[in-house]
């Protein structure tokens, strides 16, 4: 059992123009194909309300900047696991799976992210095994480390099943079962998320943009929009329809909405509106889900390129019906920031916005 109090983290007073000292945390920001997340160990989060860290740290502007936080905890190889991750969207939302994300986690992880100790522990599980177990909110997935640098990897992650269910989305339409699936829906019965959209935005639904829809969860809900082709895909008003979908009225707890195109037998492109943080330059995730609703309807092979705006990322389907993701996991930057008094800004900013 690793003694975690023998590596303490680099905690140093910051010292504020006011004269305040507040302590400094360390973070390291990484990315996978653009998609950046602010990463702090479980240790150094444990004190803080997490939604509202989430929500001052990935201010691009305030904070140190990303799409949003994620949080790694190591566990005793008896656990079940080898390491725990948790994510929060830049909203201060919850997430249960984030794919770009659990690559950045092998990464952060094994590169000090926890401590000298904890990686030499890490690398040695590796080495033995050829992978690495992490807790998700959707539960254990696997992950394998083809190549491994000193702050960039490649790393392959079985993210499990789709699962199509509407029950399990969650989504409601009170006239659809739970355990119905929505796959390949046509555009006239688009209406049934309830969104409102003015005129200009009505008019992809039915000018022939929109070929069929379709919802899927990975441990999180996801609408997938199949459009004619990727120019209407690089073309749409995401920014615009994006959070009218995610705030509709079938989807309980939001959805990420996404539009994609096939571009061959193996390609796909795509683009995505997350839940909570709105257009990212990749979603994990998201191409997961997409890649798993357009193999459904028997119209991609079984392993294939999703071409997204921050770059390419391979997917594949398993004997036993799992999907892995195949990508880039690089840091950016590290650092310390004075978490207090970001906490501390960002209560202010919601008070004056309540007051105005």
Same mark, same amino acid.
């Given at each position: ?7 303490? /983290? ?15 945390? &360390? ?30 740290? /990935? ?110 989305? !969650? ?9 119905? /699936?929505?796959?390949?829906?046509? !555009? ?32 999180? &809900? ?7 082709? !990727? ?11 994006? &959070?009218?979908?995610?705030?509709? &009225? ?107």
């Amino acid at each position: 059992m690793l003694d975690l109090k023998a590596e303490p /983290s680099d905690r140093r007073g910051l010292e504020c123009s006011r004269g305040e000292v507040a302590a400094a945390c &360390p973070f390291r920001r990484l990315h996978g194909l653009g998609n950046d997340y602010v990463f702090l160990s479980e240790r150094d989060a444990a004190a803080f309300d997490r939604a509202a860290l989430a929500a001052a740290l /990935s201010d691009r502007h305030f904070g140190v900047g990303g799409d949003g936080l994620i949080c790694i905890d190591g566990l005793s190889a008896e656990s079940g696991a080898d390491l725990a991750m948790r994510m929060w969207n830049a909203d201060g939302s919850e997430s249960g799976m984030c794919g770009n994300g659990l690559r950045c986690a092998v990464l952060f992880a094994l590169s000090d992210g926890l401590g000298k100790a904890w990686t030499e522990d890490l690398l040695g599980r590796l080495r033995n095994l050829g992978s690495l177990r992490i807790r998700t909110g959707r539960g254990v997935v696997m992950a394998r480390v083809p190549r491994l640098g000193l702050h960039a990897a490649e790393v392959e992650i079985d993210v499990g099943p789709a699962l199509f269910e509407v029950g399990a989305v !969650p989504a409601r339409f009170a006239w659809v079962e739970n355990d119905a /699936s929505l796959v390949g829906c046509p !555009p006239a019965t688009f209406d049934w998320c309830g969104a409102e959209f003015d005129s200009a935005a009505e008019s992809w639904i039915g000018d022939g943009t929109l070929i069929g829809w379709s919802l899927a969860s990975m441990g999180n &809900p996801h609408l997938v929009l199949e459009l004619a082709t !990727p120019a209407a895909v690089a073309s749409f008003a995401l920014s615009r329809i994006g &959070p009218r979908l995610e705030h509709a &009225p079938a989807f309980p707890q939001r959805t990420n909405v996404h539009v994609a195109a096939i571009d061959g037998p193996d390609r796909f492109v795509m683009r995505t509106w997350e839940r909570g943080s709105g257009i990212t330059l990749a979603c994990g995730s998201g191409a997961a889900a997409t890649f798993a609703v357009l193999g459904r309807q028997g119209r991609l092979a079984d392993s294939a390129t999703a071409q997204l705006p921050g770059g390419n990322l391979r997917l594949s389907r398993t004997d036993a019906g799992s999907i892995e993701l195949r990508g880039e996991a690089v840091e950016s930057c590290r650092g310390t920031a004075a978490i207090e008094l970001l906490l501390e800004r960002r209560r202010a900013a919601l008070v004056a916005e309540e007051s105005s």
